[in-house]
């Protein structure tokens, strides 16, 4: 389990303080973008937890963020399908590939062998994309195990 304070620390940017991090996980759980595991208010004292989907939703709803310009709130449709890449020890070797064209809803991701990279983009098709290497992120964000 998680408690805000280890999602921002995860999840800030490099020159951003911690503080910044929180409140943006705040204003997400608030949003019901993200979810606590148990109860949403557990009391004076006690901090919400999270679980590792969660960590790995305010992980990528902040690359979207960043990366694509969406909403914060347009993201978790998105979720489901890129979360399994986390997720499975399979993937650690390589490439995440998201891509999208501003104005549609669709998107695409996909993981590919480094070596693939420059072919899988000439043949993609979409106007943006967001390439993560999923074996640091796992590390970074302490899912391994």
């Given at each position: 389990?998680?408690?805000?304070?280890?999602?921002?620390?995860?999840?800030?940017?490099?020159?951003?303080?911690?503080?910044?991090?929180?409140?943006?996980?705040?204003?997400?759980?608030?949003?019901?973008?993200?979810?606590?595991?148990?109860?949403?208010?557990?009391?004076?004292?006690?901090?919400?937890?999270?679980?590792?989907?969660?960590?790995?939703?305010?992980?990528?709803?902040?690359?979207?963020?960043?990366?694509?310009?969406?909403?914060?709130?347009?993201?978790?449709?998105?979720?489901?399908?890129?979360?399994?890449?986390?997720?499975?020890?399979?993937?650690?070797?390589?490439?995440?590939?998201?891509?999208?064209?501003?104005?549609?809803?669709?998107?695409?991701?996909?993981?590919?062998r480094p070596s693939e990279l420059a072919?899988?983009?000439?043949?993609?098709?979409?106007?943006?994309?967001?390439?993560?290497?999923?074996?640091?992120?796992?590390?970074?964000?302490?899912?391994?195990?």
């Amino acid at each position: 389990m998680f408690t805000v304070s280890d999602i921002a620390e995860r999840i800030k940017r490099p020159d951003e303080e911690v503080g910044q991090a929180i409140t943006r996980v705040r204003n997400w759980t608030k949003e019901g973008l993200i979810y606590p595991v148990g109860q949403a208010n557990p009391g004076t004292g006690r901090a919400r937890e999270y679980s590792q989907e969660a960590l790995i939703d305010a992980f990528l709803i902040d690359a979207f963020v960043q990366c694509f310009g969406s909403a914060a709130v347009s993201v978790p449709q998105y979720l489901k399908r890129i979360r399994y890449f986390f997720s499975d020890a399979n993937q650690r070797n390589k490439l995440l590939i998201i891509g999208r064209t501003p104005g549609r809803k669709d998107f695409q991701a996909n993981s590919y062998r480094p070596s693939e990279l420059a072919a899988a983009l000439r043949s993609l098709g979409w106007e943006m994309y967001m390439v993560l290497d999923i074996g640091p992120l796992v590390k970074r964000l302490g899912l391994e195990g």
